[in-house]
């Protein structure tokens, strides 16, 4: 349904969540309102398929983005995941620049909840850097910082099965989490809605409680039938398991935020933005388990 005729652009629009928030934004708004900006073009089919504008953005392309930028009423702004954090400040910095001579009147940035100043995760000085280069840019904006996405517990079931354990090493501090689904609706909603942005106005969005690990051990032995349980492993050996994955240093970084308490952060801003509950994690894992693709 069509509610106004502002034009919206997706940044990361490819991504496991910009994808979300280009559908709920069709639902919203229509697709002739929206563009999808993406990195690779190649992967654009889908978004495609719905009938948005598509546009080829490159973080490291100021004068392209410029381009991509001009005429839109409000973009969305969400970081690539690459870990390294120069990098990730420089693509922040191009794009700053690209907004501002686009005169692009309303920027939503996507974030994260770890950033506080004793923050060990790896990226954390990123994500308190951003909004502070925001105050001072000029723009209208917002920031939306996502806690922990439930979705990747999803494919790391079976693994939790065979170990019968939940292994992150985060002692009893309890973790917040959202389903992407549910990050994406908030966007939108925060996206279409002109009193809940433009005034540096801040929002962490969260299911509505904290989990210590046992307590989502016995969600998960729930859902599956099968025992899981928490049995924490050091942060090095955590590190160690990962490492061949290729970011076990950065997750273990991140878990040792946790540790601290630091992902430990309930609000309502989920309510605030879309007048609707988040789901909660049992329901998240029940409707996603087993996992079908
Ligand atoms: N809350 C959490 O637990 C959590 C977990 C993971 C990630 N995150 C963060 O959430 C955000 C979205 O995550 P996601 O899972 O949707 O990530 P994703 O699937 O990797 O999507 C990232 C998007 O950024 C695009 N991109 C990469 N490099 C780019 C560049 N140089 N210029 C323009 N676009 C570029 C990618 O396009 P290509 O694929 O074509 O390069 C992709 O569409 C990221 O900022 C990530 O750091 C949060």
Known sequence: MKTDSQRYLVTGATGHLGQRVVADLVTTVGPTQVTAAVHTVAKATALQAQGVALTALDYADVAGMTSAFTGQDVVIYIPSKTYDLQQRINEFENSLQALQVAHVPSVIFVSFYADQENDPFTMAPYYAYVPRRLASSGL??????????????VPYFSELIQRRALIYPVGQQALTFITQDDSAKAIAALATKSQLRDAGQVYTITQEE??????????????????IGYRPVTNERFQQIYAAEGDGAELAS????????????????????TGHRPENMSDFLSRSYPESD
């Open 210 to 227: 904290s989990l210590t690990m046992p307590e989502l051990g016995r969600i998960m032995t729930t859902v599956t039938g099968r025992p």
């Open 140 to 153: 209208h904006y917002a920031i939306i910082k996502n806690s922990l996405y439930a979705d990747p517990l």
């Open 254 to 273: 991140m878990y040792a935020a946790a540790a601290l308490g630091l992902f430990n952060i309930v609000t309502d801003d989920f309510v605030k933005i």
